[in-house]
């Protein structure tokens, strides 16, 4: 039987990599009690958190965290029209804390998500790991048998071209879940009891060419690399569809990352997810993207872009482009979610002007 870690004080020796180079965002309409666990990995850190659901509810923040905390107010606020792009009652809101930031990394994770224990029993540093992740390269080209070359104990097997050794820049740090897994509904629904309690101690690259169904649970990436392409979407109030937010971010994300030579890894670390959602209302949510990820897959698989997509931002114009030509067709949807998309990058823009001033070790402009 899985626990959650409680010795995590133990556990921290480490001066925390990254301290003013990294923002954890927090998607949450609770308070966020599940802080404290998380409290000697995270303190060091600052938090963007952002509040879903009623504006007028006070979420209860545990002493000593350094946060920033934007409701649907601020959103509107901040956006004025453009937050039309920003999903309302769906953790896909938590795309606007990657907007607002100023730091280079993004450490995202969902607040019913705790510290697992390892095999051994110590308690994980989920952040850490992802941390080691995101700094060393990725093997996108050339699928290396012995897992990760560059973690200790490992390295590159015979016959892997030494051309390829040096690697590609890992763009996205993809964290997996004990006890209850990222399931579909219809999985949820005919797999109730299932609890995963498998630890596998590796991290893979996910080679070019494969796409990914990305969890936004327990997610790192490098901003600068790759941020305008983590918009989640148009979920929640108003919309078809839920619960597919990470899933459109991964899929453009990794197109993109293919393109501009990036990596992906997927692996440690491991949280422990603690609530399992309920699979009816999650049914529902799901219930078009079921049938209209059969269409969406194989467009982002054919998906090609040009050699003047030489950035993030006109790489995913592009792509918007190619959405609402081919994607419109199977539901108006898709029409308005190409739409957003140009919305979202106009107000990444906006927020984030290119060419910006270096930015301090604090992340201030
Ligand atoms: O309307 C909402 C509902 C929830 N949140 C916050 O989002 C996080 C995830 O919520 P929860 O743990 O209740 O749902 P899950 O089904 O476990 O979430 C997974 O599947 C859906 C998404 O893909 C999500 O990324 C996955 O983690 C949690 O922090 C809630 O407080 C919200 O902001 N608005
Ligand atoms: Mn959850």
């Not at 959103?75 to 896909?92: H, Y």
């Amino acid at each position: 039987m899985v626990e959650p870690a409680t010795d995590t004080i133990a556990a921290t020796r480490l001066v925390p990599l990254l301290k003013d180079e990294l923002d954890i965002v927090i998607p949450t309409i609770r308070n966020l009690d599940f802080l404290e666990m998380w409290r000697p990995f995270f303190e060091p850190y600052h938090l963007i958190i952002v509040q879903d659901g009623d504006p007028s509810k006070v979420i209860k923040v545990p002493e000593g965290f350094d946060y920033e905390l934007y409701n649907r107010n601020d959103i509107n606020r901040i956006l004025g029209p453009k937050a039309s792009c920003i999903s309302f009652k769906d953790s896909a809101c938590r795309c606007f804390g990657y907007m607002v930031s100023k730091k280079k990394y993004i450490f995202t994770i969902d607040d019913d998500c705790f510290v697992a224990k390892d095999p051994s029993g110590k308690a994980i540093n989920a952040l850490e790991q992802h941390i080691k992740n995101i700094l060393s390269p990725s093997t996108p080209f050339f699928f290396n048998t012995l897992y990760d070359p560059y973690r200790d104990g490992a390295d590159f097997v015979r016959g892997y071209p030494f051309s390829l050794r040096e690697g590609a820049p890992t763009a996205v740090s993809h964290g997996l879940w004990l006890n209850i897994p990222d399931y579909d509904a219809p999985t949820q629904l005919v797999k109730p009891l299932e609890r995963n309690t498998r630890y596998v101690d590796a991290v893979l690259t996910i080679p070019k060419g494969t796409l990914f169904p990305m969890c936004g649970m327990n997610l790192c990436f490098d901003r600068d690399l790759i941020g305008p392409a983590m918009y989640f979407g148009l979920m929640g109030d108003g919309q078809p569809i839920g619960r597919y937010d990470d899933m459109w971010a991964g899929w453009c994300t990794k197109v993109i990352c293919d393109h501009l030579g990036l990596g992906v890894k997927t692996g440690l670390p491991y949280i422990y997810h603690s609530k399992a959602s309920n699979p009816f209302v999650n049914l529902k949510k799901e219930y078009k993207g079921i049938f209209w990820q059969e269409e969406i897959i194989p467009f982002f698989q054919a998906a090609t872009l040009s050699k003047d997509c030489t950035s993030v931002q006109k790489c995913y114009i592009e792509l918007s482009k190619q959405v609402k030509e081919k994607l419109g067709k199977v539901d108006p949807y898709f029409d308005k979610l190409a739409d957003a998309m140009v919305t979202w990058i106009e107000a990444w823009d906006e927020l984030n002007p290119s060419g910006a001033s270096a930015k301090d070790s604090n992340g201030k402009a």
